[in-house]
């Protein structure tokens, strides 16, 4: 019973922390957690990550710039048309909303034209960041805690916590459906010929709210480990180097396995691929070390680490976006 209250009392801690977007430290999880030990552990993750803002924020850009490329400007046009139909209705104005629908129909058409097979059209991007800071213990410690409640069926307290675990990029793709879509512009064009107003603005709403979001995921740490093994790869490189800069490699490659940790910790991707990043990163200690000559050292994971993080971003979770807010949103 009392560990029951004591789990319950943290789950409360917990839960107030992860909603004010931090983790806990680990000492607080655990009175007999070596302090120190978890301290320099938090340090090496945040100062590990500060170390390649840059660079992360870069291929954010980068990243994000790709995916606005692949937004239609007919298919925008076709939105932006749909709701001036709705106004039009509002009004009564039967001219200009066929007007408006035919000018949908048009665009749709020339996107249909353009790529028969494309079943949806961009037509926006958003990017939202949720960069989590803490420990792997910690993260580790949070979802048994969650995992225990889901057990004792305390579903809400569960989610609360595994909410915030999380800490990643995420492009969120807006598109219309073209076939649905096209489609259903039609049927309410029908309507508007039939002077059926309010049945006509009410299918407007229901077409609007069938937009797909689609969903493309970067965890934060295994960018971060790209971008720090870059900066190890050009280290290593270097012939004759340093012992600074030997201490450099050392510091990088310490840095990659704590960000490698989280994002295992965290559940990104197949979990048999970390034992294979952990391998490729004491093979490039191994070639590194004492001032060893190691150009290509760095090939085998940085390839390994690319191919995971595509296999995770190409990964798509489709939704119509159908609320009852966004449809009363669009109302407004």
């Keep these: 019973m009392k560990s029951w209250k004591k789990r319950k009392a943290l789950c409360r801690i917990l839960i107030c922390l992860l909603a004010a977007g931090t983790m806990l430290v680990a000492s607080t999880v655990s009175a007999d957690t070596d302090t120190k030990q978890k301290a320099e552990t938090k340090q090496t993750a945040e100062s590990g990550a500060k170390k390649v803002e840059k660079e992360v924020k870069s291929e954010t850009r980068e990243q994000a710039g790709k995916k606005r490329d692949t937004i239609i400007k007919e298919a925008v046009s076709a939105l932006e048309q749909t709701k001036n139909a ?11 909303a ?3 629908l035919a000018a949908v129909t048009g665009k749709l058409d020339i996107v249909i034209a353009r790529d028969p097979k494309l079943a949806n059209a961009p037509i926006d991007v958003r990017v939202e960041t949720y960069d989590l800071i803490g420990t792997v213990d910690t993260i580790k410690k949070s979802v048994k805690i969650a995992r225990d409640l889901l057990g ?3 579903v809400q ?12 990029i995420d492009f969120l793709v807006t598109s219309i459906p073209l ?3 096209s489609a259903g512009i039609k049927d309410v064009a029908k309507l508007v010929d039939e002077e059926k107003y309010e049945e006509a603005t009410e299918a407007l709403y229901e077409l609007l709210s069938t937009l797909v979001i689609t969903k493309h995921v970067i965890p934060l740490p295994i960018l971060r480990a790209e971008e720090m093994l870059k900066k190890a790869e050009e280290l290593a490189a270097v012939e004759k180097r340093t012992e600074e800069q030997d201490k450099k490699i050392d510091e990088l490659l310490a840095d990659i396995k704590v960000q490698i940790e989280m994002a295992e910790a965290l559940g990104y991707g197949d979990k048999k691929e970390y034992k294979k990043f952990y391998k490729q990163i004491k093979e490039i200690k191994k070639k590194t070390d004492g001032g060893i000559f190691g150009k290509g050292d760095t090939d085998l994971l940085k390839n390994s680490l690319k191919k995971f993080k595509e296999k995770i971003f190409g990964k798509k979770d489709s939704d119509a976006a159908s609320n009852s807010d ?3 949103s669009d109302k407004k």
């Design 326 to 328: 966004k449809k009363e």
């Design 179 to 181: 076939a649905s879509y």
């Design 152 to 154: 004792d069926g305390e």
């Design 98 to 100: 066929l007007d408006a």
């Design 157 to 168: 307290q569960a989610r609360e916590i595994l909410s915030g675990m999380a800490s990643e």
């Design 86 to 96: 709705i106004e039009a209705l509002k009004k009564k104005d039967k001219k200009a």
